[in-house]
């Protein structure tokens, strides 16, 4: 069974531009959290998504926004990119709402200049 | 709120050492636990994970124990290869946000032959 995947795995973007990033769950899994991983601030939560609907969301300002399709597959969008915003963004699956593991892609590193 | 601290590193060892890397927690309830390990230019992999106290996860000689009276999921293995070199964290999943994972600093171990 194929893992998560996260494309594109490398993306360099200028400040107050905007990006979007996906990710493909494994199949079978409808669940897809995101998460930002920095030197500074380690790995932080941003947002859950189950059946298309946002579930559960971390500390982060309005620029970072994400969906997930039917076919579970999601996607995360930040607009007016900042420098601070620089980071390996990773998605992770789980199987259904009533589980806690989690299985996480290769990532998306994110460069903002 | 929810919190993870781990030793900070790095850990150097020598091939064959034991190893131990600490984590404590902070949490309302009962979060389920887990240990995950990034190696370079990579996600993180699910090393293994316990869901209530006394629980003992365990995996690629890997082992934690989760301990409520001191609320610890201390990392241990007998004896340590090259290949066991990578960043470790822990991580807690809470019953408020069962996939909103909090992750401590991360541990890097360095193993040398």
């Known amino acids: 069974k194929a893992g998560v995947t996260q494309t594109p795995r490398y993306l360099i973007k200028t400040r107050g531009q905007q990006v979007t990033l996906s990710c493909s769950p494994i199949?079978?899994?409808?669940?897809v959290s995101w998460y930002q991983q920095t030197p500074g601030q380690g790995l932080q939560f941003l947002f859950e998504?189950?059946?298309?609907?946002?579930?559960n969301k971390g500390n982060f300002p309005g620029r970072f926004s994400g969906r997930q399709f039917s076919n579970s597959r999601s996607e995360m969008n930040v607009s007016t990119l900042e420098l601070g915003d620089s980071a390996l963004y990773l998605c992770a699956s789980t199987f259904n709402f009533l589980t806690d593991t989690q299985y996480f892609g290769p990532g998306t590193r994110l460069t903002v200049l | 709120g929810n919190s993870v601290t781990q030793m900070e590193g790095p850990v150097t060892l020598s091939e064959e050492a034991f190893l131990t890397i600490n984590c404590t927690y902070t949490?309302?309830?009962?979060?389920?636990l887990f240990w995950y390990v990034q190696y370079p230019g990579e996600g993180l992999q699910l090393l293994l994970k316990?869901?209530?106290?006394?629980d003992k996860g365990s995996n690629k000689g890997f082992e934690a124990t989760y301990r409520k009276e001191t609320t610890s999921f201390h990392l241990e293995k007998g004896s340590v290869q090259v290949s066991d070199s990578a960043v470790y964290f822990c991580?807690?999943?809470?019953?408020?946000?069962?996939?909103?994972?909090?992750f401590g600093s991360g541990t890097r171990l360095q193993v040398q032959p």
């Open positions: 991580a807690l999943s809470s019953d408020t946000g069962r996939r909103a994972l909090t």
């Open positions: 998504y189950f059946s298309e609907t946002q579930r």
């Open positions: 949490a309302t309830g009962y979060p389920s």
């Open positions: 199949s079978g899994h409808r669940s």
């Open positions: 316990a869901t209530k106290a006394d």
